[in-house]
């Protein structure tokens, strides 16, 4: 059934990812999984790709599967300038483990990463703040840290991805999720909200202007889907410390973005119910990777009842459905569900990825049903 003019393999994806979020694909939505993560895994593991997809290149594959990509890759367009005071260098302690050391006037900063013996990712053994003094530095350097667009980096990345989908970047974290996730750990973050409240506040009123920074040079680029790459989870990050914090700067951040007409959306990729009944003041477009049960902590009625019929729900699948412990007819429910709930404000993805021990096939079967729907409606 390719041969359709509406199939995925016969359109300009990029064309269909910004006529859906723009209301303006006539009811069609596009079908968008993310599987970087199974393909890096498997190449780290040595493992043969099934066929036909061994030996391709990621965009090769998507192209294979009949889907659009979710190009991230587009990120590196935004380049951070540090204070020509600012030194950046690192240090091998061991074979794993790499110090990463920022020297500032006012003081340095370090970390520590070791890396997996399981993939080509690292993880954290000591973190970039430790104290209020690591704080005050860090502090220092957002201050002072500019932003410029890398056209070449555009260029680069466009012809490695042609028309598979619109360009994407996600933004820095934000605030309690910066601490969180990039410089503090968790546990470290809380102590210091309550320990010393006033410089986590005016870190994170600095933060807030160097995103503005950014935000001046993304609203002048050819970007236009911008995502606010936080990896929110309820279970850490309270409904207090999301009002406090996290919401004002999200709304501070959409209307600065929608000025420019951008399409703004926040990555929520834990347990959520909590955080639900705040979608609506969040000033954001959508939420990308809600994940549903068998998966996550809800139903998708209660995420519909939460989005109403304003935001865009980006993915929607549970990631585990992909994988052969449950039934193809388990995933094709899901995926029918959700596109009967939330079409046409929906660009169908996993939530998350596709993990290491999915199913690639199963890519195609959620793509028919896509296209079998883009059909009908268009049909109409």
């Not at 593991?45 to 990621?58: F, R, S, V």
């Not at 587009?74 to 110090?99: P, T």
């Not at 409240?197 to 889907?225: A, G, W």
């Amino acid at each position: 059934m390719e041969g359709r003019s509406t199939d995925h393999k016969n359109l300009n994806l990029a064309k269909l990812h910004r006529d859906v979020i723009k209301g303006t694909a006539g009811g069609k939505i596009i079908w968008q999984p993310r599987i970087g993560c199974w393909l890096q895994d498997k190449l780290f593991a040595g493992e043969k790709l099934p066929e036909p997809y061994d030996g391709m290149t990621l965009p090769e594959i998507y192209k294979e599967l009949g889907c659009s990509a979710r190009i991230y890759d587009y990120n590196g367009c935004f380049v951070a300038v540090d204070d020509q005071r600012v030194r950046r260098y690192s240090r091998n302690i061991n074979e794993r483990q790499i110090e990463n050391v920022v020297e500032t006037p006012v003081g340095k900063i370090t970390q520590i990463i070791e890396t997996s013996l399981n993939s080509w990712a690292s993880y954290i053994k000591k973190w970039w703040i430790t104290s209020e003094e690591d704080m005050k530095v860090a502090m220092w350097i957002a201050e002072r840290q500019e932003w410029k667009w890398n056209q070449e980096h555009y260029d680069r990345t466009y012809k490695e991805w042609g028309d598979l989908g619109a360009p994407t970047i996600f933004m820095p974290r934000v605030n309690v999720q910066h601490l969180f996730v990039d410089v503090m750990g968790v546990e470290n973050a809380i102590y210091a909200i309550y320990d010393y409240p006033k410089t986590v506040e005016k870190y994170f009123q600095i933060l807030d202007e160097n995103h503005d920074r950014l935000i001046d040079v993304i609203n002048e680029s050819p970007i236009d889907i911008i995502n606010f790459g936080d990896n929110v989870h309820a279970g850490t990050l309270s409904p207090n410390l999301f009002k406090k914090y996290v919401l004002p700067s999200y709304q501070r951040r959409c209307e600065k973005l929608h000025r420019a007409g951008k399409f703004v959306h926040a990555h929520w990729d834990g347990d959520v119910k909590p955080l639900l009944p705040y979608v609506q003041e969040c000033g954001l477009d959508g939420i990308e990777a809600v994940t549903p049960v068998p998966q996550g902590d809800v139903t998708l009625e209660e995420v519909k009842q939460a989005f109403g019929d304003k935001m865009f729900l980006i993915d929607g699948i549970a990631a585990i459905l992909f994988d052969k412990t449950f039934s193809e007819d388990d995933l094709i429910k899901q995926a029918k569900e959700v596109i009967d709930l939330f079409a046409p404000k929906l660009i169908l993805g996993i939530s998350d990825e596709l993990s290491s021990t999915g199913d690639i096939n199963r890519i195609k079967i959620v793509g028919q049903i896509v296209d079998n729907y883009n059909a009908r409606i268009s049909n109409k």
